[in-house]
């Protein structure tokens, strides 16, 4: 839970903050800045992540999501990292749009599990009229069990937005990627404005912003400082921030790609953290790769976050026991909920 700390405060107890008159909750972020944070030593990055982190949050607590494909495969996108995609052979089956009621029992199973949070996502360039009615009624059905709700659907307008809003969605999903500069080795079937215009359309409605990228796809040191940069200086900063590792997947074009270093990723949370103090970061695809050792020092690096459950749309995820062992091992307790439940009528949906 972020402290109830004003900016002020927050410059004057964090040592070595030697910006004299800046906040360290900014949106001015220069190119220069950020790539420099990613060449400093690890042990000294570290450290100055913790003691942002320690600011604004319990280091000693975790808060827990469950994701949820709740339609499969088929999308028209190319983005070269995705097994959904429609362009690439990856043996996974396709599936249409999920009952409301499977939806519903999933989600009692996530709530039971710790997850406060209940991610829905669909394989789609975009939704249509008729698709989004039916996501809101499971957004409201969700809200009814008391868990936050969040979505990714693909593009929005304006309007899907507002609608979005009105039915009481707490967070949206939509990843950048990668950096600007990049991005178009990545996907060319839209464009990284396209992506920055979906998130605007759902903060102008007042739905929180979820928004990372994932690691490992080739880009470069300065293409991670470039993604987390646009982030950081957002109008305001996404409430999570997903940092994934890529799922190396056959029959994706970057299903051969070359092992990302584990002590890059760290470095990755510990510059976000730095950039976004009150957003949550968040450990989510890949983590079945990172042993214990490295998820430690990701918490350490400043990620209180995590995706938990069997899969991640449609790639797995460590054992939920293995999970609740190392939180047991490092006496870390998980964030309890604090959504109001809502009133759910099945019938008018």
């Given amino acids: 839970m972020v402290s ?21 909750v900014r949106h001015d972020w220069g190119r220069e800045e950020v790539e420099a944070l990613f060449h400093i030593p690890f042990l000294d990055l570290m450290y100055r992540a913790q003691q942002i982190h320690r600011v604004f949050f319990d280091p000693n607590r975790i808060q827990l999501s469950t994701l949820l494909s709740i339609k499969t495969g088929a999308c028209p996108e190319d983005c070269k ?14 599936e249409k749009l999920m009952q409301i009621d ?11 599990n710790g997850a406060t949070r209940f991610c829905m996502g669909a394989a789609w360039r975009s939704p249509s009229d008729n698709d989004l009615s039916r996501v809101i009624k499971m957004i409201r059905a969700v809200k009814a069990l008391g868990m936050e709700t969040c979505v990714t659907l693909g593009m929005l307008t304006p309007e899907q937005s507002r609608e979005l809003a009105a039915a009481g969605l707490d967070y949206y999903n939509h990843n950048l990627d990668t950096s600007p500069e990049y991005y178009g080795d990545i996907i060319t079937t839209r464009t990284f404005s396209d992506r920055l215009d979906t998130l605007a359309n759902v903060q102008e409605a007042g739905i929180n ?5 994932i690691l490992g796809m080739g880009e470069t040191v300065r293409d991670r400082a470039s993604m987390l940069r646009v982030l950081a200086n957002l109008p305001e900063h996404p409430g999570s921030v997903p940092i994934n590792l890529l799922v190396r997947v ?3 074009p970057l299903g051969e790609a070359e092992e990302l270093d584990p002590v890059e990723f760290i470095r990755t949370i510990a510059v976000a953290r730095i950039l976004m103090p009150r ?10 790769q990172m042993d214990e050792l490295q998820h430690t020092l990701c918490f350490m690096a400043g990620a209180n976050s995590l995706f938990l459950g069997e899969k991640l ?7 939920s026991d293995q999970d609740m062992a190392l939180f ?8 309890e909920v604090e959504a109001e439940p809502l009133y759910y009528d099945a019938a008018a949906g």
């Fill in 81 to 94: 990292y995705c097994p959904q995609s429609g362009r690439y052979h990856t043996g996974l089956k396709k």
């Fill in 209 to 213: 912003v979820c928004c990372g990228g």
């Fill in 328 to 335: 047991e091992k490092l006496g870390m307790k998980r964030e």
């Fill in 4 to 24: 109830k700390v004003s900016v002020e405060q927050a410059d004057s107890l964090i040592p070595g903050h030697d910006i004299p008159g800046q906040d360290i």
């Fill in 102 to 112: 499977d939806v519903l029992e999933r989600a009692k199973q996530a709530k039971a």
């Fill in 279 to 288: 957003a949550h970061i968040r450990l989510s695809a890949g983590r079945r």
């Fill in 250 to 252: 056959k029959g994706t």
């Fill in 313 to 319: 749309l449609v790639t797995p995820l460590p054992d």
